[in-house]
Nanobody, 121 residues
Framework: QVQLVESGGGLVQAGGSLRVSCAAS????????MGWFRQAAGKERELVAA????????YYADSVKGRFTISRDNAKNTVYLQMNSLKPEDTAVYYC??????????????WGQGTQVTVSS
């Protein structure tokens, strides 16, 4: 199994930056596609960004393209989401996800507990 633990969430002003991290257990981290989802109050979960096993392929939701960057460091078993130019609508609980076989919005094998990101106006 893969254990995922997110960190780095918090309160930030609009226009600011924040980096959330997802630390994974085990040496099999490099076998998994990784992604960041978020769920705002009263809304459905949405895929924010995803990164392939090698890091060669990435996906970004249109709403965050150009502002967010997903990356992974397989040596550290960690995936990151760098969030710049934050907007109040980015406020949500951000979840890290891992999947051995599926990609994008279908990823659901493993989930972290989530970390709250709040952007004030």
């Amino acid at each position: 199994q893969v254990q995922l633990v997110e960190s780095g969430g918090g309160l930030v002003q609009a226009g600011g930056s924040l980096r959330v991290s997802c630390a994974a257990s085990g040496r099999t981290f490099s076998y998994y596609n990784m992604g960041w989802f978020r769920q705002a109050a009263g809304k459905e979960r949405e895929l924010v960004a995803a990164i392939s096993v090698s890091g060669s392929t990435t996906y970004y939701a249109d709403s965050v393209k150009g502002r967010f960057t997903i990356s992974r460091d397989n040596a550290k078993n960690t995936v990151y989401l760098q969030m710049n130019s934050l907007k109040p609508e980015d406020t949500a609980v951000y979840y890290c996800a891992a999947d051995r076989f599926r990609w994008g919005a279908r990823m659901n094998d493993y989930w972290g507990q989530g970390t709250q990101v709040t952007v004030s106006s």
